[in-house]
């Protein structure tokens, strides 16, 4: 998947889904997704409540559910900056 199709695709769960309540910001290698908290989303660079650097790969496993979210924070795979409690609000998006 690549850039835009991962952008496309959380515009589909927030669509579906909401908003979280609070803004994140996906950082990855190729630019950043943002998630407002009324459920808009972006590839602005933004400020949010919670910035999280993955890889595309792995937010793409996020997504998908076949990537544990505490086992890629615990190994280093997602690094976490502003609100950790704002991150766990995505178990409910994804």
């Not at 505490?70 to 502003?82: E, H, N, P």
Request: net charge negative; with cysteine; aromatic share 6%.
């Amino acid at each position: 998947m690549n850039f835009l199709e991962l952008t496309e695709k959380i515009k589909t769960l927030a669509a579906v889904k909401g908003g979280v309540g609070s803004s994140i910001k996906f950082a990855t290698e190729d630019g950043n997704i943002l998630l407002s908290a009324d459920g808009q989303v972006s590839n602005s660079d933004d400020a949010a409540d919670c910035t999280i650097a993955v890889s595309q790969s792995d937010l793409e496993g996020l997504i998908s559910g076949d990537l544990n979210p505490m086992t890629a924070f615990m190994f280093g795979k997602l690094k976490i900056t502003g609100e950790m409690s704002v991150a766990m609000k995505l178990q409910s998006l994804f």
